[in-house]
């Protein structure tokens, strides 16, 4: 039987019907249209389903789409502001941290949820942060310096 | 006439000789001259097959030319991922 | 199939007392089970909403951790990671920084693999299980929750509500290390969780050491205590160690690695496990 | 060579400017093949083979048929057998007679949700008669083994050997006497080795929509790195004019080779067409790994010696190569690129190409290359330690160069060997202390590149910007390097082009993009295209001045009038001439239609520092420099990336990554957990070299940079090994209980 799941996505309230047992990522693709969120392997293996949920970050394909009831869901879609993207997403572009672009949503949503913890991750933290988001085209090179590169920036213009 | 060098899947049907000489002005010759010459060939060169004329690698050109003296090479149709 | 989510204890224990259901905490583990059809549940009871599982209680006797705190929770717990660090060592092995938004080291237990991270450094640290059930509750040391692979001591509408340790003796130290061949995102090949105690002249007066993924559930090789108990952990105990721990050791050749490769390691894991416990409990 | 090239200074070319298809990507926006979706659309999914190797008795689809919401099922009666050369790929798509793999596709259906699909996959029945199967490639070819394909027999192999054989092909290379050279040596080493077979492991699974009518038309959109490819095959195997299949490539998340074929897309336009309705396909996961194309595996032995100042006197290597379960092993590619860095006197390779009961090979990165290179470069890397000669020094006294022989039969043009050899020795990477416990390899590798058909179109607006159209799927930046390049050719800035890769009704034919080929062929077609357009729009300036069309020329974006006659007119921007078009003449377009050719051979040369854990068998990368000749770095960072990628790829493979089959013929590891492609906490950052020796085949001089990237780090990473051990390592992946092993036992 279909459940009636009120939730928050992104700051705006949503609300969808679902199966027991569809996924929080089945949810947010199929039933909000908000396709940002990628699956690459279904089984919480890759990280290109990250969101956020209630401050922590997850594998949207590792949630019920019913457990978000009441709760608050932030995906890639809830980054930029209009035009203006987050220094983030500007780093990715200027680093060519990106070849594909298809894990780009979870890296980002991961990498944002690192940097609102930790303003000053080192290369270390960065990479083992990091480490449950795959990507298959960059060697994660340009990736891990976009990040350490918007941390400083953020800093820089934290204490300007 | 213009040498050609085969490889060596293909020197079967060839005799063993590596490399024969073909009357042909340009690689499309050298394919029809080579099925010709040695019919049991011919499904190989109809499956594709990659030429080199002077180091220069080839997959779909019938018409580039081939001299005498060219260095033509049959090969193995090239591919990549 | 449907979707419950009880918000008290005894609530979740009759609904799993019904048939086809299963208890949902992190659900890293059931969802991929799903997933793949290995499992088919007809009910799933999310423990999540329940607000007595959501925390960590700290009293004079030690620190009881509810079945829906996730990894990511536990290593916020700054009392716990002092006195326990050989747990958080275990549990933040679970997975991923997502997966660690998750998974519980409750649901971790009664998954039951014999290479679940935190199970072997529960049991070192002398963690038990609260069962809570349609017959009231029960405390179980951890190491007799799993039975086997996938096979728990749980019954029909049973289910952990938290683990609790002890706060730990003066001098005390933990680890818990695995090998993977990966940094991250991988399951033990073969792991080791080890708590000991020292006296004030640096002697080992008591220590527990746990093997995992190298059986069809953890192993607590006494053997492997005796070698370090009234040692200083020089060289010749920590071979002694290695060697009781290889011995132990019942490992199969599987994808992950092969039964020689896993009782090699596990004794190079124990001595360095023990080497790592040892200078926490000098509070190095 | 077209003069300028080497002199040439790019105004815009070799800049790095932000990705156009950049915004849409770090937002969310941009489509790739899962997130389309269509009114009324079902959801397909594939019944696949659990046995390695069986005999299809019956299948029943009369439940599965019969159970409400479903809407189509197919089995291979759908795909009718036609001589039109898909043979092997119609019974790739979905089994025939036989399931040939653990993965096989055996039926389909269309159903109104996934859960619908999935229970009517259950209810198909299908009775199996189970075969005995092989799975590895040096058991296949005993006389003994279990035939795939009763009427192969090896082609290119004496008479003699005519009789039902799992080798489906002998490739042989070379020339002069191996024989004698080794007989000529001071120094011989000879060892065999095996590798794994490795997945290519891009993130995003394969996906489709079909939208097909019965009368046989309509749209099918899918990740895919050829839509002219998937419409060929879709349409052939469903027998449909090429023309009433249009295919739009969606953004494609990674593909490596991997989506060089179809799967699922004639799946969903069969089911699509019969269910009267749209129909999607993503495959999991674990179909990805189970029934996709992961490369061969492989068991090369590899003989070489030198005399003892370090000159390579003869070389042998036989490579046996399994791609699944159709004939395709790249063999003949790997026995090419076996020696092809090397100046031999004496040199043969000789390639088997052999059928197993594994999921079909699919092209990987520099295909066949990687393999047999590991095994040729540790040799050699063995023997310049066994005359303890540096090893950077022995390969450059035994480098290809400009006029070399190749052992695969061409003789080379300009080549980048030689410098890349060298400027890695100049990096101070190659002089930097090592601690111990530490080793230092390096190992050198080819690629072929190629071209192919090319059709682009370049059309200019009223204002004065420039619509690109390419038909090559831009897989890793691409679009930014045909803007880069039309802006250069056009005299405009980067940001007045737009480029698109455009559907297979709107342009020409293109080839997959493989190969190394489309910054080459694309590039070559746009540079041709913006050429073809400048033409008009110098013939429209000398129409708006009166003057003959010979007398104007281009320069930095304008048409100016030249020679004595010419006249005295201010010169016309590209954005006044554009303006003016309807009045003279109208629109004003570039077209180019061509088969690139001259795409111009590749080397790369990689040195890798590792950390061997002695007592666990783990090997840490503690730092990684991959030097490689681009030829001409369009967007310097997106060589970069294809440099690191490729040798990150290089080194999971080396390190873990491989394709473990049970004894039951089934995959073990269909998964992204047992799968072990390396993760960010694995990795040092690694150091890039770009070298610019240019392609005279190109009118920039760029060459493939995609697919050498992966040929050296197995090799590396072994010969690293060996110097931090002393162990040579003869098996990939050199997981950590293979590096155990070796080391207990050395």
């Known amino acids: ?160 | 006439m213009v040498k050609v060098r085969i490889w060596g899947g293909l020197r079967v049907h060839t005799g063993g000789e590596a490399e024969v000489e073909v009357d042909a002005q340009d690689l499309r010759g050298v394919v029809a001259a080579l099925g010709a010459r040695y019919p049991e060939m011919k499904p190989a060169l109809e499956g594709g097959v990659s030429m080199s004329i002077d180091g220069r690698l080839y997959t779909n050109r019938w018409f580039e030319k081939v001299r005498p003296d060219s260095e033509v090479v049959v090969l193995p149709r090239i591919v990549g991922g | 199939m449907r979707y419950e989510a009880p918000s008290t204890v005894a609530a979740a224990a009759a609904l799993l007392a019904e048939p086809g259901a299963r208890a949902l905490a992190g659900g890293s583990d059931l969802l991929v089970q799903m997933k793949s059809g290995l499992a088919e549940p007809e009910i799933i009871v999310d423990l999540k909403r329940i607000a007595a599982l959501n925390g960590i209680r700290e009293t004079a006797e030690g620190f009881t951790i509810g079945a829906a705190v996730s990894g990511a929770a536990l290593r916020e717990a700054k009392a716990l990671r002092a006195a326990w660090p050989g747990l958080i060592d275990g549990s933040k092995l679970i997975g991923s920084t997502q997966i660690q938004g998750r998974a519980t080291i409750a649901g971790n237990l009664c998954n039951a693999s014999p290479a679940a991270d935190s199970v072997p450094a529960m049991a070192a640290c002398g963690a038990v299980a609260i069962v809570t059930g349609p017959k009231g509750s029960r405390t179980v040391p951890v190491e007799d929750i799993p039975t086997g692979p996938g096979k728990t001591s749980l019954q029909k509408g049973e289910l952990v509500e938290a683990i609790r340790l002890p706060k730990p003796a003066p001098r005390t130290g933990s680890a818990y290390l695995r090998f993977t061949p990966r940094t991250e995102m991988d399951i033990a090949v073969a792991s080791v969780g080890i708590a000991l105690t020292l006296d004030e002249g640096g002697t080992v007066t008591a220590a527990k050491v746990v093997l995992g993924a190298v059986g069809p559930k953890i192993i607590i090789p006494e053997a492997a205590a005796r070698a370090l108990i009234g040692t200083k952990a020089d060289a010749a105990a920590l071979d002694a160690l290695a060697a009781a721990c290889s011995a132990a050791a019942t490992p199969i050749d599987d994808k992950r690695g092969t039964r020689e490769f896993r009782q090699k390691v596990v004794g190079v894991l124990a001595r360095r496990a023990a080497e790592k416990a040892i200078e926490r409990a000098k509070g190095k | 060579m077209p003069k300028d090239i080497a002199t040439r200074t790019f105004k815009q070319v070799g800049t790095r400017p932000l990705r156009p298809d950049g915004i849409e990507k770090v937002t969310g926006r941009a489509r790739f093949g899962a997130d389309f979706s269509l009114p009324g659309m079902l959801v397909g999914k594939i019944l696949r083979s659990p046995h390695a190797h069986a005999r299809i008795l019956r299948i029943d689809t009369s439940a599965a048929a019969a159970l409400p919401g479903v809407k189509a099922i197919v089995t291979a009666k759908d795909f009718p057998e036609a001589d039109d050369g898909l043979h092997d790929i119609r019974m790739n798509v979905m089994a025939r007679e036989k399931a040939l793999y653990d993965g096989h596709a055996v039926a389909a259906v269309a159903a109104v949700s996934a859960a619908v699909a999935r229970e009517a996959l259950r209810l198909i029945r299908v009775d199996y008669e189970v075969l005995p199967h092989v799975t590895d490639v040096d058991e296949a070819m005993k006389p003994t083994a279990p035939i795939l394909h009763p009427h192969m027999v090896t082609a290119h192999e004496s008479p003699e050997a005519k009789r039902p054989t799992n080798v489906a092909g002998k490739y042989e290379f070379g020339h002069g006497d191996p024989e004698a050279g080794f007989r000529k040596a001071d120094h011989v080493v000879a060892r065999t080795f095996k590798v794994e077979a490795a997945h290519q492991g891009y993130i995003e699974p394969h996906a489709c929509v079909a939208n097909i009518t019965s009368d046989g038309q309509g749209d099918l959109w899918c990740c895919t790195q050829g839509h002219f490819m998937v419409r060929a095959i879709s349409a052939g195997l469903n027998g449909m004019d090429l023309s009433k299949l249009r295919v739009t490539a969606s953004e494609i998340g990674g593909g490596f080779g991997g989506k060089t074929t179809v799967y699922i897309e004639p799946v969903a336009v069969a089911l699509s067409r019969k269910a009267g309705k749209p129909v999607k396909i993503v495959m999991t996961r674990d179909e990805v790994f189970r029934a996709t194309g992961p490369t061969h595996s492989a068991s090369i032995d590899v003989k070489i010696g030198a005399t003892k100042d370090g000159r390579i006197t003869g070389a042998f290597a036989e490579l046996r190569y399994q791609g699944g379960a159709f004939p395709g092993s790249l063999a003949d590619m790997g026995a090419m690129a076996a020696f092809a860095c090397y100046d031999l006197e004496n040199v043969r390779s000789i390639g088997w190409d052999v059928v197993t009961n594994r999921p079909k090979l699919a092209a990987y990165r520099a295909p066949s290359a990687p393999a047999v290179c590991f095994a040729v470069e540790s040799v050699i890397d063995e023997l310049a330690r066994k005359m303890g000669m540096d090893p950077i020094d022995f390969r450059l006294k035994n480098a290809a160069r400009e006029g070399t022989l190749s052992s695969y039969g061409p003789t080379y043009q300009a080549i980048g060997l030689e410098a890349t050899l060298r400027a890695l020795k100049a990096h101070p990477h190659y002089k930097a202390p090592l601690k111990p416990g530490q080793g230092r390899g390096v190992a050198c590798g080819f690629w072929f590149n190629f071209g192919g058909q090319t059709c682009t179109s370049l059309n200019i607006g009223l204002d004065g910007t420039v619509a690109l159209s390419v038909g090559t799927p831009d897989i890793g930046g691409s679009r930014a390097s045909m803007c880069l390049m039309a802006a250069e050719e056009l005299g405009i800035p980067y940001d007045k082009v737009r480029c698109i890769v455009a559907d297979t009704a709107s342009l020409g034919y293109n080839d997959v993009t493989d190969g190394s080929r489309v910054t080459f062929s694309s590039g070559l077609a746009t540079i041709t295209a913006a050429r073809n357009a400048i033409k008009v729009m110098c013939a429209r300036a000398a129409a708006i001045w009166g003057i003959p069309e010979d007398a104007v020329e281009w320069v930095d974006g304008h048409a100016r009038p030249t020679g004595p006659n010419a006249g005295n007119f201010p010169p016309l921007s590209l954005a006044d001439i554009a303006a003016q078009s309807h009045q003279t003449g109208g629109p004003i377009a570039g077209h180019c239609e061509v088969t690139a050719e001259g795409a111009g051979v590749s080397f790369g040369a990689h040195l890798a520092d590792v950390e061997v854990d002695r007592e666990t068998g783990a090997v840490k990368v503690l730092r990684y420099t991959v030097a490689q000749d681009a030829g001409k770095a369009v967007h310097p960072a997106y060589v970069e990336g294809q440099y690191q990628g490729g040798a990150v790829q290089g080194i999971g493979w080396a390190l873990n990554e491989e394709y473990v089959y049970g004894k039951d013929g089934r995959l073990q590891n269909p998964g992204f957990l047992d799968y072990r492609i390396p993760v960010c906490s694995d990795l040092p950052m690694i150091d890039t070299l770009i070298l610019e020796i240019p392609n005279p085949g190109h009118p920039y001089g760029v060459r493939g940079v995609g697919e050498t990237p992966i040929v050296p780090p197995m090799a590396t990473i072994a010969n690293a090994i060996a110097s931090a051990t002393g162990v040579r390592m003869t098996h990939v992946p050199m997981s950590p209980p293979r590096v155990l092993k070796a080391l207990s036992e050395a």
């Not at chain 1, 929080?24 to 249209?33: H, S, T, V, W």
């Not at chain 1, 930790?118 to 298959?136: H, I, S």
Request: charged share 25%.
């Open chain 1, 1 to 160: 039987m279909a459940l009636h799941v009120k939730t928050t996505v992104n700051g705006d309230s949503a609300e969808f019907l679902c199966e027991p047992d569809e996924t929080l990522l089945d949810a947010l693709r199929d039933r909000l249209g908000l396709t940002g969120t990628k699956e690459g392997c279904g089984t919480g293996d890759c990280g290109a389903c990250s969101v956020v949920l209630d401050g922590r970050l997850v594998c949207s394909c590792l949630v019920l789409a019913a457990e978000a009831e009441g709760r608050s869901v932030h995906t890639v879609e809830g980054m930029a502001k209009g035009e203006e993207l987050t220094t983030l997403q500007r780093k990715f572009l200027e680093h060519a941290a990106l070849q594909c672009g298809v894990c780009t949503p979870g890296f980002l949503v991961a990498a944002e949820a690192l940097l609102n913890r930790n303003p000053d991750p080192t290369e270390e933290q960065v990479r083992y942060w990091l480490a449950g988001n795959l990507c298959r085209c960059t060697g994660y090179d340009k990736i891990v310096r976009a990040v350490l590169d918007t941390a400083r920036e953020m800093r820089e213009h934290a204490h300007a």
